[in-house]
T-cell receptor
Framework: AQSVTQLDSQVPVFEEAPVELRCNYSSSVSVYLFWYVQYPNQGLQLLLKYLSGSTLVESINGFEAEFNKSQTSFHLRKPSVHISDTAEYFCAVTRNTGGFKTIFGAGTRLFVKA | GAVVSQHPSRVICKSGTSVKIECRSLDFQATTMFWYRQFPKKSLMLMATSNEGSKATYEQGVEKDKFLINHASLTLSTLTVTSAHPEDSSFYIC??????????????FGEGSRLTVL
């Protein structure tokens, strides 16, 4: 079985400061890794994903995440945040060998202050 | 990316009534859809996996007679909350994977439906 741990429930940060949202996972099989973002009263949107290949993946709005197999981590980073990045961020894993279930972490509330 | 549409976005009903929420895949065929429930400031809890043409698979602790799921076509799954009570008030979100050749494990989410039971 898979599990996902997001260590920080809330991360307050000032605008233009860097931020890291932590995610650790456990799985006995190979997985795909995802970060989803949720704005208030909306569904989730994919931010970025790791399937294979380069361990560093990037999104179009400046976020990046690095897959670290030895530490079973997939931390999300952004060098300079904006007010508009305020949202809930979910780390998720899906088995890549079938079964199709996606397991989500508890979420991290990123709050960007002016 | 693939688009999933969910309706209604908000619904208020009286205790004891039933409410149906629809989830549609607009530009791909979704043989499998997932229904999640999200409590305030909490993560998503998988309720059930909806399979086209067969019975849904419910997660442990989810009452299948309470939350009826029907997946009658490749583009539509419905969740019916029967005899709703105030404790059923929540944000319900559906999602689907495009299991065709483009499948990358990514889930495509509906906009969510906020149910309030008075």
């Amino acid at each position: 079985a898979q599990s996902v741990t997001q260590l920080d429930s809330q991360v307050p940060v000032f605008e233009e400061a860097p931020v890291e949202l932590r995610c650790n996972y456990s799985s006995s099989v190979s997985v795909y890794l995802f970060w989803y973002v949720q704005y208030p009263n909306q569904g989730l949107q994919l931010l970025l994903k790791y399937l294979s290949g380069s361990t560093l993946v990037e999104s179009i709005n400046g976020f990046e995440a690095e897959f670290n197999k030895s530490q079973t981590s997939f931390h999300l980073r952004k060098p300079s945040v904006h007010i508009s990045d305020t949202a809930e961020y979910f780390c998720a894993v899906t088995r890549n060998t079938g079964g199709f279930k996606t397991i989500f972490g508890a979420g991290t509330r990123l709050f960007v202050k002016a | 990316g693939a688009v999933v549409s969910q309706h209604p976005s908000r619904v208020i009903c009286k205790s004891g009534t039933s409410v149906k929420i629809e989830c549609r895949s607009l530009d791909f065929q979704a043989t499998t859809m997932f229904w999640y429930r999200q409590f305030p400031k909490k993560s998503l809890m998988l309720m059930a996996t909806s399979n086209e043409g067969s019975k849904a698979t419910y997660e442990q602790g989810v009452e299948k007679d309470k939350f009826l799921i029907n997946h009658a076509s490749l583009t539509l799954s419905t969740l019916t909350v029967t005899s709703a009570h105030p404790e059923d008030s929540s944000f319900y979100i559906c999602s689907a994977r495009d299991l065709g050749t483009k499948d990358t494990g990514e889930l495509f989410f509906g906009e969510g439906s906020r149910l309030t039971v008075l």
